[in-house]
């Protein structure tokens, strides 16, 4: 157990839909972070936040809607996807910027 | 702007063979490089976390070594079983303040009993 808990695991979804992640974290880490891992390509940075405060965004379609509640609890709300936004989204954390990070076990998105 | 390869990107071994993966990065300014582990389908697994004042980093059959000058660092594996059979990453992070980490496409290992 990474300490990183990700759900659902899997998440088959219509164009038209709205859904969300959750991840959580056990670690008393204050930064969180969204990744897409699409094949064949390097992970992707999506979200980071510190201090449940958005510090990175990196150019991500607005389907695309984080949300932070607290430092132990992160979000990804999806609405309206593409086919081409299926791949396996990870969570993370760590205690800060320069810290190891840590992986929780991914959700893998069919968008359909 | 940062990049990170990994070669070779597949890699068979018969088991008990002791073994080297390989990262390269273009930019020798980073803070620090992780090693990771996935299982196909799941997530990253943090193998070893080596600073860049740091020269290698041990953890039982694994041993990470870092060259930041010339931008490399190697995984090695002593001894591999077919439980280390996995996609090997290695991630690089930018000594710039940024909470970006760089991620390689990885290394697909087969150990073969």
């Known amino acids: 157990e990474t300490g990183v808990t990700q759900t659902p695991r899997h998440l088959v979804m219509g164009m038209t839909n709205k859904k969300s992640l959750k991840c959580e974290q056990h670690?008393?880490?204050?930064?969180m972070y969204w990744y897409k891992q699409s094949a064949k390509k390097p992970l992707e940075l999506m979200f980071v936040?510190?201090?449940?405060?958005?510090?990175e965004n990196n150019s991500v379609p607005s389907r695309f809607s984080p949300e932070c509640p607290n430092s132990s609890h992160l979000f990804l709300h999806l609405h309206t996807l593409q086919p081409e936004d299926s791949a396996l989204y990870l969570c993370?954390?760590?205690?800060?910027?320069?810290?190891?990070?840590?992986f929780g076990q991914g959700t893998r998105l069919t968008v359909v | 702007k940062q990049e990170v390869t990994q070669i070779p990107a597949a890699l068979s071994v018969p088991e008990g063979e002791n073994l080297v993966l390989n990262c390269s990065f273009t930019?020798?300014?980073?803070?620090?490089l992780q090693w990771f582990r996935q299982d196909p389908g799941k997530g990253l697994t943090s193998l070893l976390l080596?600073?860049?004042?740091?020269r290698e980093q041990t953890s039982g059959r694994l041993n990470a070594s870092l060259d930041k000058s010339s931008g490399r660092s190697t995984l090695y594996i002593a001894a591999s079983q077919p439980g280390d059979s996995a996609t090997y990453l290695c991630a690089v992070h930018p000594n710039s303040g940024t909470y970006k980490y760089i991620f390689g496409t990885g290394t697909r290992l087969k150990v073969l009993a």
């Open positions: 936040y510190s201090l449940e405060e958005r510090v």
């Open positions: 930019d020798s300014a980073i803070y620090n």
């Open positions: 993370a954390s760590s205690q800060d910027y320069q810290a190891e990070a840590f």
């Open positions: 080596i600073q860049s004042s740091q």
């Open positions: 670690l008393g880490h204050n930064a």
